[in-house]
T-cell receptor, first 115, second 111 residues
């Protein structure tokens, strides 16, 4: 079956702009989690959605937001981009809510560069 | 905040050597997972350990969960170039739906 699909794979933005990233989970998976990966901080949890509800949120400013649609597809948005937002943004889907010993299936990520 | 510290941060070894990667925390985890990430790809789950003292083997990889469920180790026997990648441990706290990841160990196996 098709894996987790993230779009776009690469994008370049300038400071102050906003960006929307998309994630299509594996068919049947209702949980979608978002992570930011940087060389210095590793994978940091952004938020998790399950059945269109945000179940958990990491320690990121309000400029980072997300949502999940009825078909489980998810989007995350970052407004007023800063240089430090440059990172690989990973989406992961799972059958059960994340952290419930269920396996996370990751997409290939969206690499954002902020100039 | 639950933190997972992985060591070493970087490891470069010759093909055929053995190695151990560690994942430590002061917090107790209900379960712990190990992932491997290759360049340009997302992490892929290798194993999940749930019971304190549990040992799981996956071909040349041996995973152990500490008795107190605060730490874990990954041992690779006779490393091969295909083992090259970033190894990440991730823990779930009791009653938490959030996985906490370590910063990873970047392994390079030289032919």
């Amino acid at each position: 079956k098709a894996g987790v699909t993230q779009t776009p794979r690469y994008l370049i933005k300038t400071r102050g702009q906003q960006v929307t990233l998309s994630c299509s989970p594996i068919s049947g998976h209702r949980s979608v989690s978002w992570y930011q990966q940087t060389p210095g901080q590793g994978l940091q949890f952004l938020f998790e959605y399950f059945s269109e509800t945000q179940r958990n949120k990491g320690n990121f400013p309000g400029r980072f937001s997300g949502r999940q649609f009825s078909n489980s597809r998810s989007e995350m948005n970052v407004s007023t981009l800063e240089l430090g937002d440059s990172a690989l943004y990973l989406c992961a889907s799972s059958l059960a809510p994340a952290g419930n010993t269920g396996e996370l299936f990751f997409g290939e990520g969206s690499r954002l560069t902020v100039l | 905040t639950q933190l997972l510290e992985q060591s070493p941060q970087f490891l470069s070894i010759q093909e055929g050597e053995n190695l151990t990667v560690y994942c430590n925390s002061s917090s107790v985890f209900s379960s712990l997972q190990w992932y491997r990430q290759e360049p340009g790809e997302g992490p892929v789950l290798l194993v999940t350990v749930v019971t304190g003292g549990e040992v799981k083997k996956l071909k040349r990889l041996t995973f152990q969960f500490g008795d107190a469920r605060k730490d874990s180790s990954l041992h690779i026997t006779a490393a091969q170039p295909g083992d090259t990648g970033l190894y990440l441990c991730a823990g779930a706290g009791a009653g938490s739906y959030q996985l906490t990841f370590g910063k990873g160990t970047k392994l390079s196996v030289i032919p």
